[in-house]
Structures are given as C-alpha cells and as structure tokens.
C-alpha cells in the first residue's frame, strides 16, 4: 500500500510527498479499522515492492 501511495503526489517537494503517502496510509489504516472494528492489528512493512521481484 505505501509504495502505491508514495506515487501518488507528482511534481511535489519530498516533504509534501512524505506526508500525502502517510496520509494516505494512515486513512487507509483508519478505514479498515472503523469498518471491521478488530481487536488489534498487525502492520507489516518490507523495504521494497514484491512486484519487483516478478
């Protein structure tokens, strides 16, 4: 999901493209809990896209 989002803002400053993919992330990650309404939740993050490896 970051790395979708870190694509997203073009043209920009890295601040500004930082801050719209956590932003991104982060409603995404609201999204899902406010509409299942787990217990908790486990977030996983790798350093690179498995797309690449395709």
Do not use: Q, Y
Request: overall charge positive; some cysteine; glycine content about 6%.
């Amino acid at each position: 999901m970051f790395f979708r989002a870190r694509h997203v803002v073009r043209g920009e400053d890295i601040h500004t493209r930082i801050g719209m993919s956590l932003h991104i992330l982060f409603n995404s990650i609201h999204k899902v809990w406010m509409k299942f309404k787990p217990d908790h939740m486990v977030l996983c993050f790798e350093g690179r896209s498995w797309r690449k490896d395709l």
